[in-house]
């Protein structure tokens, strides 16, 4: 039950926080970018420290990509809900996902692994987090 909790919590977290995110950067956003968002999040948690953090970060990315990509072609391919379109932006694949974006959420991507492990942490009494040597 405590697991759920914690699960739950991280999501609602990282989803307001993307959804914030987004808020500030287009002045809008969507429901169901707080849903990407708090998924991205619990991945971004769930990386092996054995890894260097910069194979976490990567990894983190490439799930993101791989997570608006899928999202985008349901909510706007198929849906028909229009909420975002890189269709403008080279190169894009179905203008669902771009390489703009996919290197701009590599600082999100790190900044919420870091957040994540600082957070499970204090609030959780998890493993304490590695140091900018350690990683």
């Not at 759920?4 to 999501?11: N, Q």
């Not at 990407?36 to 990567?58: D, R, T």
């Not at 701009?104 to 991507?109: D, I, K, S």
């Not at 994540?116 to 140091?131: A, G, Q, T, W």
């Amino acid at each position: 039950m405590i697991e759920i909790v914690k699960t739950m919590f991280l999501f609602v977290f990282g989803g307001s926080a993307y959804y914030g995110i987004e808020l500030l950067w287009r002045g809008y956003s969507h429901w169901t970018m707080f849903i990407l968002g708090g998924l991205c999040f619990i991945y971004a948690g769930m990386q092996n420290h054995s890894l260097p953090f910069w194979k976490q970060v990567l990894k983190v990315d490439l799930f993101v990509v791989a997570v608006e990509f899928i999202t985008g072609c349901i909510v706007n391919l198929w849906l028909g809900w229009g909420i975002w379109d890189y269709s403008n932006l080279f190169p894009n694949i179905l203008g669902q996902t771009s390489l703009l974006y996919a290197v701009l959420f590599l600082p999100l991507c790190a900044l919420a692994i870091v957040i994540n492990e600082y957070l499970r942490y204090f609030l959780y009494n998890e493993e304490k987090p590695l140091n900018a040597k350690n990683r």
